[in-house]
């Protein structure tokens, strides 16, 4: 199974952009690349997913490499209730199974 | 919103004990998945289902865990003896199962065996 590689931890300045990377060296292509985030004691929650192309949601926007070796989150304008782990994960096109890695846990400063 | 519904949201019980976890999809989502998450191991995938059918279950330990779907709108974990080692929050998960689809997760289920 493929397999992402993202920072540990970040830290950011509330209302500033902020930007998670994730490393996928092994992506096929026929893979999605997902985000999800979890807040502290709740499940974790959809954030963007894409293919190829980047993508725009009204949480965020993916950016996706050409060669979709790598990706990044951006979250425009962070704010505290950004704070939380953010996964990112990679899914066969029909969708077989989601592993979550260890994420990265986000840490928005006042 | 329509939402996953887990229950109960915490348990405690004795080592040996049955404990049954039980998961309500999302109303017309054909997948479910079961996550186990710890501090140490993260987020597990222990088990999914899609129409019903189990199409993995190689994340469970086989000779105590073991997952249903007895019709469309409910999913149940059991564990069997339960162990101090299975304390974990147990989160459920749904989908439509599409390409692409997104992942709707419950509140999770924290299980603590003493």
């Known amino acids: 199974d493929a397999k992402t590689t993202q920072p540990n931890s970040m830290e950011s300045n509330e209302e500033e952009p902020v930007h998670l990377p994730c490393n996928h060296s092994?992506?096929?292509?026929?893979?999605?690349i997902h985000w999800y985030r979890q807040l502290p004691s709740q499940g974790p929650e959809y954030v963007i997913h894409g293919l190829t192309s980047n993508v725009n949601n009204r949480m965020a926007s993916l950016a996706i490499a050409e060669d979709r070796k790598s990706s990044t989150l951006i979250l425009h304008r962070a704010t505290l209730r950004d704070a939380a782990v953010y996964y990112c994960i990679l899914s066969l096109y029909n969708f077989n199974k989601f592993y979550f890695g260890s994420g990265t846990k986000l840490n928005v400063k006042p | 919103d329509a939402r996953v519904t887990q229950t109960p949201r915490h348990k405690v019980t004795e080592m040996g004990q049955e404990v049954t976890m039980r998961c309500q999809p999302i109303l017309g989502h054909n997948t479910v998945f079961w996550y186990r998450q710890t501090m140490m191991q993260g987020l597990e995938l222990l088990a999914y289902f899609r129409n019903r059918a189990p199409l993995d279950d190689s994340g469970m330990p086989k000779d105590r865990f073991s997952a249903e779907m007895p019709d469309a709108t409910l999913a149940t974990l059991k564990i069997q003896p339960s162990e101090p080692r299975d304390s974990a929050v147990y989160f459920c998960?749904?989908?439509?199962?599409?390409?692409?689809?997104?992942?709707?997760f419950g509140s999770g289920t924290q299980l603590s065996v003493l």
């Open positions: 092994t992506i096929s292509g026929t893979d999605y």
């Open positions: 998960a749904s989908a439509l199962g599409g390409v692409g689809e997104k992942l709707f």
